[in-house]
């Protein structure tokens, strides 16, 4: 189950929106532990985000998930190329927080501002009701410079928007959806980028 959360209006910083987290269910997933933070960081191979598999026309990715696990063992192996290795106590709670960052790949000729994002049961549309409606509202939407802030540098053409969501809202059966509306040949449509979690991480999971 799915409920709708409430939020202040969004930040860039994950830190100002983590205090208004409400649980909504009651197996809500927590943030890492000092002791998951310390294996993460020990990491020394490349952690890879999951991809978000396409729920749309074509077979690409949507995009790509980063779990609190892939933010601090990310920044763990950029601190270490930098010199300047991280401890544990030095991870802030926002790289931590049960939270999962989802960055859509781009919409050709779209610009990201120009997009809505929402989350909806598999399959639901997303035209053309206004506003659109949304199981989860992102914690807060952004850009690029969000994954920088833990070291990840995707490729430019992979990530276009990027938006923030409770931990839990991975195990749901839900379709995570850019979008935006146009007129086409007289008829209002929604132009979207579709993608779904991998089947094996939906389940209530620590990282």
């Not at 649980?23 to 490349?46: C, K, M, Q, W, Y």
């Not at 074509?58 to 779990?67: H, K, R, S």
């Amino acid at each position: 189950m799915v409920v709708v959360l409430l939020f202040e209006p969004p930040a860039l910083r994950p830190a100002d929106r983590i205090p208004t987290l409400h649980v909504f269910t009651s197996r809500a997933p927590r943030g890492l532990t000092d002791a998951e933070v310390a294996d993460a960081l020990s990491t020394n191979r490349p952690v890879a985000p999951i991809l978000l598999e396409s729920a749309g026309a074509t077979g690409d990715p949507a995009g790509l998930i980063y779990t609190p696990h892939t933010r601090v063992a990310t920044a763990g192996r950029a601190a270490r190329a930098a010199g300047q290795p991280l401890s544990a106590e030095q991870v802030p709670e926002w790289m931590r927080a049960p939270v999962v960052y989802v960055a859509f790949r781009p919409l050709s000729g779209v610009p990201a501002k120009a997009l809505q994002v929402a989350v909806v049961p598999e399959g639901t549309p997303t035209c053309c009701r206004t506003p659109q409606p949304t199981l989860v509202r992102p914690l807060w939407v952004g850009d690029r410079d969000t994954l920088r802030a833990f070291g990840a540098e995707p490729p430019a053409d992979d990530v276009g928007l990027v938006a923030a969501f409770p931990l839990q809202a991975l195990s749901e059966t839900v379709d995570f959806v850019a979008f935006y509306r146009a007129e086409l040949d007289g008829a209002l449509r929604s132009i979207e980028r579709r993608g779904r979690v991998p089947a094996e991480l939906r389940r209530p999971r620590p990282d």
